[in-house]
């Protein structure tokens, strides 16, 4: 599934301002996916941490058409290599788009990144236009 499935994400957010003040909090950002292989046997099988642009760049090696989950507002493809199918999520600016949209809605203080090494530049200009522009 997502690395972080906007519905669930929402959840949280709904859950949190339960217990504390939306001005307290900032939205976790993943800035990073999984290539899983499958079959998943929980507690057996590990994922590869892919940063977003590594994601788009297995699915163009591997002629995988990238699709987009609805309901978690996440990109996602799958390939086979070596006989083993992988199943790889990451962000891309729709479901940042997705996420920058709650701290909007729920009037949240702002985010904060998991994996801010990971060079993302379409998630800097997306956010930087989001909120730091003068519209």
Request: glycine share 6%.
């Amino acid at each position: 599934m997502a690395v972080a499935p906007l519905n669930q994400v929402r959840r949280v957010v709904e859950y949190a301002l339960t217990q504390i003040p939306a001005e307290k909090i900032d939205l976790g950002i993943p800035n990073y996916g999984y290539d899983w292989p499958l079959p998943y046997e929980r507690g057996v099988t590990r994922a590869v941490t892919v940063n977003n642009v590594q994601a788009v760049q297995i699915a163009v090696e591997h002629g995988a058409e990238i699709r987009f989950d609805p309901v978690a507002q996440s990109p996602y493809f799958n390939y086979t290599e070596n006989g083993v199918e992988h199943e790889v999520w990451f962000e891309d600016v729709r479901s940042l788009q997705a996420k920058f949209d709650l701290i909007e809605i729920y009037h949240l203080r702002g985010c904060g990144y998991w994996q801010i090494m990971q060079w993302f530049r379409a998630n800097w200009l997306l956010l930087y236009s989001r909120f730091y522009i003068m519209k």
